[in-house]
């Protein structure tokens, strides 16, 4: 089992900046794969990005050029860069790791943008 924190979120004007973080209770580089999705009121959960534990990594097209994931193994954190914020972004934001034996969520972290 993995728990997940996640912190960062908040109200961002468009155009503006936020990073997000996913604390993991254990060592990440263990951990298949670590992602970033989001659920915006009335929509389904969809994944923005993810990273293996190799470091390879995927972008969905729509966050393509504005969103960034890495990770700091040492601190067992994964990150979330969001650049260039729309009000579309607008949602709350799930850390995930999907492990052979299921998948765990943080609680959610809200993004606001809006002027």
């Known amino acids: 089992q993995v728990q997940l924190v996640e912190s960062g979120g908040g109200l961002v004007q468009p155009g503006g900046s936020l990073r997000l973080s996913c604390a993991a209770s254990?060592?990440?580089?263990?951990?298949?794969?670590m992602g970033w999705y989001r659920q915006a009121p009335g929509k389904q959960r969809e994944l923005v990005a993810s990273?293996?534990?190799?470091?390879?990594?995927y972008i969905a097209a729509f966050v393509k050029g504005r969103f960034t994931i890495s990770r700091d193994i040492a601190k067992n954190t994964v990150y979330l860069q969001m650049n260039s914020l729309k009000p579309e972004d607008t949602a709350v934001y799930y850390c995930n790791a999907h492990e052979y034996s299921g998948d765990y969520w943080g609680q959610g972290t809200q993004v606001t943008v809006s002027s």
């Open positions: 990273m293996a534990k190799g470091g390879s990594t």
């Open positions: 254990r060592i990440i580089f263990s951990i298949n794969v």
